[in-house]
């Protein structure tokens, strides 16, 4: 996968990837991905591989979303994964259809990955929840979000905050929730 070391630009931790993956486990499968701040794509990409049915991936760097394509074309997944320029604050309002280009009944469960840069809990902190809020609210049943952090941010913020399994892996502070 490409990544050029660009500082704008914060993939989570290999480790940190592999364990969040070991604990979503086989329910990856068949989902539908929506990796807001995707940077590289690393999550989004990393779920097709594991059997989700779709990724789209957001980013509003330039660059970013480039990096982006040309891993989608690398990785050969292009009829699988599309990605969406421009701010996650702005295109999460889009309907499940107009992001997975498909019928809502077929868009069951959403896997979503927020991964932002960690500021964005500091200094637009209120934003941040909406988003997360809004996104658990319209999620189909079953649906799983992985939320990353770092120790500035308190997860009981979180919608159904008594749900939300988090896990410490210094820098990050990582999130899951299962929408029954």
């Known amino acids: 996968m490409f990544y050029d070391g660009n500082p704008r630009i914060r993939p989570m931790k290999d480790r940190i990837r592999e364990a969040v993956f070991d604990i979503l486990g086989s329910a990856v499968e068949g989902t539908y ?3 807001l701040f995707a940077g590289t794509g690393a ?3 990393e779920a097709l591989s594991r059997g989700a049915a779709q990724a789209v991936f957001i980013e509003v760097y330039r660059p970013a979303a480039e990096l982006v394509r040309q891993n989608i074309a690398l990785l050969g997944v292009q009829n699988k994964a599309r990605v969406k320029e421009g701010d996650v604050f702005k295109i999460v309002g889009f309907t499940p259809a107009a992001l997975f280009g498909a019928a809502q009944d077929q868009i069951s469960p959403w896997l979503v990955f927020c991964s932002p840069p960690y500021e964005f809990y500091v200094k637009r902190c209120s934003e ?3 988003l997360i809020s809004t996104l658990v609210q319209r999620a189909p049943k079953e649906s799983i979000f992985v939320v990353e952090a770092d120790m500035r941010f308190d997860f009981r913020q979180l919608p159904k905050p008594d749900a939300w399994n988090a896990r410490t ?3 990050a502070r990582i999130g899951i929730f299962h929408k029954p």
């Open 33 to 35: 991905v929506l990796d």
């Open 128 to 130: 941040m929840l909406s």
């Open 169 to 171: 892996y210094r820098p």
């Open 43 to 45: 999550l989004g990409l």
